[in-house]
C-alpha cells in the first residue's frame, strides 16, 4: 500500500513502513521501521535540506510508486523492495530474491529480503540492508581503515571507533551516486563482490541517504549540504606543529620553542600531551611541573606561538571529580560489573559526552583551567573513546546503548569544545581530534590518524587514510610525521622514513610532528633535576634531532611549505566553500580519465599540485602517471606533457610534485 504524504512516499508491507522523502538536491533519505512511528533522529542530516519537492508516482493498481527528486529517482515494487537511478540509469538495487514479485525469479526459492530485522528481547533490531553488487564497481570514503585498500570494494568493514580506525559511513561509487549509512549504530559495511550489505547492531529504525551526479565533487558538495561543511581554517595554523610524547614540564616546552628560534625552525603550535595532570579527570597542569603554566603560555604567545594542551576523557578514581560525576550520572555507564572502561596509569571511567550536563560540567574546568590562561586549541585524545576493551555491549549513554550509536561519541566530544568555546565569545575555535563520524566535519576538528606504526607499510595505509577522509566529507585530516610508535630513533631506517613521512606531510592540511620515541632509557623525572615524580618520555622529536642530514633536509621542506601557505590557504576555504578535501584522490580532479579511477599511489593536492610520495624505503626514483595536460616539476620547472607515465627522480631531499599548468 503507498501513498502520497504530503510530498513524502510512504509504502507498508508485512508491517513495515517505508518512507522516502526529498533530502537535498539530486537526494533522498530513506527509512524504515516495524514500529509503529520513526524516531526524531536526524543523526548526520543536520542542516536543513533545500526547499525541494519531489514528484511522486502511484501506478493505478497499487502494485509500483516512485518518487522523482531531481536527477535521482527511486522505484518500489508491491514489497517495497527500491532500485534507485540516476536519470533513466539505474545505479543500485536492493536484494531481493524471495517468492511473489521478485526481480530475479530463478532465486525466489532462496527467500532472501531486502531488509532483515533480527530482534531482541524488549526492544531494538539488528537491521541488515542488502543490495545487489556489481562486481565492477569502484566504491570510495567511508572514512579511515588502516588497509592498503583505497577501492573498497571487496572489503569488509567494522562500522565502530577505534584507535586509528575512523568510521565516517559515506560511501562514493564511480557509478555516479553517494550513499551515507545514517545510523551511528555499532555494525558493519561488507562491499562483496556479489552482495553489498551494512548492519546496524542495535537500532530502531533504518536510515540512509543517497544522491546522484555526474562527478564526486558534485557529490561531496551534494552530502555536506545537507550533513555541514568544515568551518574557515585560520592561515596562522599553516605551519610547523611541534610535538612529542611529551613535554613533562614547562621548562622543556620553552626550552624547545627557544631552541626552534635559534635554529631558524618556525612554529605555529607547540603541543603539551597527556600526563601534564596529577590526575586524568583534573582536567588541569600539575603545579609540581608547571609552576605557572600562564607565565609559560605568555612567553609562547611573544614568540608567536600557539599552545595546544592535550585533553582526555578518562576520569581516575583518584581524581577530586570522580565521587561528584558518578553521582550526577555524567560518566558512561556500564551494563555488567564495575565501573571502569579504561586502565592505562589508573582504573578510568569516561566522560558520558552524549550528556549535554556532562559537556557543560567538563567545558566549565577546562575553561578554568585552560583556556583562561590563554592556551590556544585543545587537542581531545583517546576520542573513540579508547575502552580498555571494545566490547560495545557493555556501555551504556546518555542517548542509548553503546551499540546503538557509540560510532556518534567523537562527534559530541568534539562538540563539547567547539560549542562551549563559541558560547564563551570565541569565532572560530579548532580542535585536534583523534576520531570522527559523519558531519564532525563542521565542529572545528583536525582529525589525524591515531597511533600508527613507523612503517613505510604504515605511511602508505596513510595515503590511503587520507584520501578516503576526503571522500567520506572530512577535509581537515593529518598524521603523525614518522609514525606514533618508534623503537629506534638512531635506526637509518627510521631516518630515512621520517624524511620521506615528512616530505608527504608538507602537502597535506597539517604539518605535525609528532610521536612516541624509542629506545625509552630517557630517565623519568624523579632521577632529574625537576623534583620527584612519576613521568617519562620519548626521545627528541624536534627536527634537529635525527642528525644533520635529515635536520637540512626536513629544514628545506618546512621552507618549501612556507611558499605554499597562500595556496593551502586557498584550498581550505574551498572546502569551506563546497567540501571539496585538500587530498583528493586522481579521479577528484579527473573523473574523465580511467586511469585516474585505477592510480592510489598518487594524489592532487588541490587541483593543481600532484604529489607521488615515496612509500618505500631506498627508493629514490617512481613512475607517475600524469593525466592529459602540461605539467611542470616545481623542482626543476622541466615541463612534460600529460596523459603518459614517467619516471621521475626522487632523491633523499625531494619528492615528485608537478604543478599543472
Known amino acids: 500500500m503507498f501513498r502520497n504524504d504530503h510530498g513524502i512516499l510512504s509504502g507498508m508491507y508485512k508491517g513495515e513502513t517505508v518512507r522516502i522523502e526529498a533530502w537535498g538536491k539530486d537526494a533522498l533519505r530513506i527509512r524504515t521501521t516495524r514500529y509503529p512511528s520513526f524516531t526524531d533522529n536526524d543523526w548526520a542530516l543536520s542542516e536543513a535540506p533545500s526547499c525541494t519537492k519531489a514528484e511522486i508516482i502511484i501506478s493505478a493498481d497499487g502494485e509500483r510508486a516512485e518518487i522523482i527528486n531531481g536527477r535521482i529517482r527511486a522505484v518500489l515494487n508491491r514489497q517495497c523492495v527500491i532500485t534507485f537511478y540516476k536519470d533513466e540509469t539505474m545505479i543500485l538495487r536492493e536484494y531481493f530474491r524471495n517468492y511473489g514479485g521478485t526481480l530475479c525469479d530463478e532465486s525466489r526459492c532462496l527467500k532472501y529480503i531486502s531488509r ?42 567494522d562500522l565502530e571507533q577505534r584507535n586509528s580506525q575512523v568510521s565516517v559511513p559515506f560511501m562514493i561509487s564511480n557509478k555516479g551516486y553517494g550513499l551515507l549509512w545514517n545510523n551511528p549504530a555499532v555494525g558493519r559495511a561488507s562491499f562483496g563482490m556479489n552482495l553489498t550489505e551494512f548492519t546496524a547492531e542495535a537500532v530502531k529504525q533504518l536510515d540512509y541517504w543517497i544522491t546522484a551526479a555526474d562527478t564526486p565533487k558534485e557529490l561531496l558538495k551534494n552530502y555536506t549540504d545537507v550533513t555541514g561543511r568544515a568551518p574557515q581554517f585560520p592561515d596562522d595554523l599553516l605551519g610547523l606543529w611541534q610535538s612529542k610524547l611529551r613535554y613533562r614540564t614547562q621548562k622543556e616546552v620553552l626550552e ?92 578510568c571511567t569516561e566522560i558520558d559526552a552524549t550528556n549535554p550536563e556532562t559537556r557543560e560540567y567538563v567545558y566549565d574546568i577546562i575553561r578554568r583551567n585552560y583556556l583562561d590562561l590563554g592556551v590556544d ?62 558531519g564532525s566535519q563542521k565542529y572545528g576538528n583536525v582529525i589525524w590518524s591515531g597511533d600508527v606504526p ?97 635536520f637540512a633536509i626536513l629544514k628545506k621542506n618546512l621552507a618549501l611549505r612556507d611558499t605554499l601557505k597562500n595556496y593551502i590557504a586557498d584550498l581550505f576555504r574551498q572546502a569551506h566553500e563546497d567540501g571539496s578535501p585538500l587530498l583528493r584522490a586522481m579521479f577528484y580532479e579527473f573523473p574523465e580519465d580511467d586511469t585516474c579511477w585505477k592510480t592510489y599511489d598518487q594524489y592532487m593536492f588541490g587541483s593543481e599540485c600532484l604529489v607521488a610520495p615515496i612509500l618505500s624505503p631506498d627508493t629514490f626514483e617512481r613512475n607517475v602517471y600524469l593525466p592529459k595536460g602540461s605539467w611542470m616539476d616545481i623542482r626543476d620547472e622541466k615541463v612534460y606533457e600529460g596523459g603518459r607515465i614517467i619516471n621521475a627522480r626522487a632523491p633523499l631531499d625531494s619528492i615528485p610534485v608537478f604543478r599543472k599548468l
Not at 612567553?299 to 581524581?319: A, Q, T
Not at 571502569?340 to 589508573?346: I, P
Not at 623534583?531 to 622529536?541: A, D, I, M, S
Request: glycine share 10%; with cysteine; aromatic share 14%.
Open 377 to 438: 586549541m585543545i587537542w581531545l585524545d583517546n576520542a573513540e573513546p579508547d575502552y580498555v576493551r571494545y566490547d560495545f555491549d557493555q556501555y551504556r549513554y546518555h542517548i542509548g546503548t553503546a551499540l546503538s550509536c557509540s560510532c556518534i561519541w567523537p562527534q559530541y566530544f568534539s562538540r563539547m569544545i567547539r560549542e562551549g568555546r563559541m558560547k564563551d565569545g570565541e569565532t572560530n575555535p579548532v580542535s585536534l581530534l583523534r576520531s570522527g563520524w559523519a
Open 116 to 157: 532483515e530485522y533480527i530482534p531482541y528481547i524488549g526492544g531494538d533490531y539488528r537491521i541488515v540492508q542488502k543490495f545487489d553488487s556489481d562486481p565492477d564497481e569502484k566504491i570510495f570514503g567511508m572514512g579511515q581503515y588502516q588497509m592498503a585498500n583505497t577501492n573498497l570494494k571487496g572489503c569488509i568493514l
Open 256 to 347: 624547545v620553542a627557544h631552541e626552534c628560534r635559534a635554529k631558524g625552525v618556525n612554529i605555529d603550535v607547540i603541543v603539551i600531551d597527556f600526563f601534564h595532570w596529577p590526575y586524568q579527570g583534573e582536567w588541569c597542569f600539575d603545579k609540581d611541573y608547571w609552576p605557572d603554566p600562564k607565565a609559560m603560555i605568555d612567553e609562547l604567545h611573544e614568540m608567536g606561538i600557539k599552545v595546544c594542551v592535550s585533553v582526555w576523557p578518562s576520569v581516575d578514581k583518584r581524581s577530586s571529580h570522580f565521587a561528584e560525576m558518578e553521582e550526577r550520572g555524567l560518566l558512561i555507564r556500564t551494563e555488567r560489573g564495575g565501573v571502569q572502561t579504561y586502565d592505562y596509569q589508573g582504573d
Open 454 to 550: 613507523s612503517t613505510f607499510d604504515s605511511l602508505r595505509d596513510q595515503l590511503q587514510c587520507g584520501i578516503n577522509m576526503g571522500l567520506a566529507g572530512i577535509p581537515w585530516w593529518t598524521t603523525d610525521i614518522g609514525g606514533f610508535m618508534t623503537d629506534d630513533v638512531n635506526d637509518p631506517s627510521f631516518r630515512q622514513l621520517l624524511v620521506r613521512w615528512f616530505e608527504f606531510a608538507v602537502f597535506t592540511g597539517i604539518l605535525r610532528m609528532h610521536g612516541d620515541r624509542g629506545p625509552h632509557d630517557i630517565p623519568v623525572l624523579d632521577e632529574c633535576d625537576y623534583g620527584g615524580g612519576y613521568l617519562f618520555t620519548g626521545q627528541p622529536n624536534e627536527l634537529w634531532s635525527y642528525g644533520e642530514e635529515v
